[in-house]
């Protein structure tokens, strides 16, 4: 098993800045591509951010040019950085991991860390 913990939400005012960490730790075999879900009231689940394991990074248009994911490897970690935050950035993040074994994909998920955007 592997083990997902997200840290850094938190209540921000509109125009601040946060910053997301996750690590994933336990049995580590071979972690691809490491991404940031967001959930807000009423709403489905969304991708955010993700990172491939060799840097490749894609975006939700609603938050290219104001987030920016990256990761750390050697840490089996991904960060957040999420700048310029509107109220409708208010949502529930979570860390999302995906682990490729040679004969399995393995998908796991944080606990999740509510950011709020509000003044």
């Known amino acids: 098993q592997v083990q997902v913990v997200e840290s850094g939400g938190g209540l921000v005012q509109p125009g601040g800045s946060l910053r997301l960490s996750c690590a994933a730790s336990?049995?580590?075999?071979?972690?691809?591509?490491m991404g940031w879900y967001r959930q807000a009231p009423g709403k489905e689940r969304e991708l955010v951010a993700y990172?491939?394991?060799?840097?490749?990074?894609g975006y939700a248009d609603s938050v290219k040019g104001r987030f920016t994911i990256s990761r750390d490897n050697a840490k089996n970690a991904v960060y957040l950085q999420m700048s310029s935050l509107k109220p409708e950035d208010t949502a529930v993040y979570y860390c999302?991991?995906?682990?490729?074994?040679?004969?399995?994909?393995?998908?796991?998920w944080g606990q999740g860390t509510q950011v709020t955007v509000s003044s």
């Open positions: 999302n991991v995906n682990q490729l074994r040679p004969v399995s994909h393995e998908v796991y």
């Open positions: 336990g049995s580590i075999f071979s972690i691809n591509t």
């Open positions: 990172i491939t394991s060799g840097g490749i990074t």
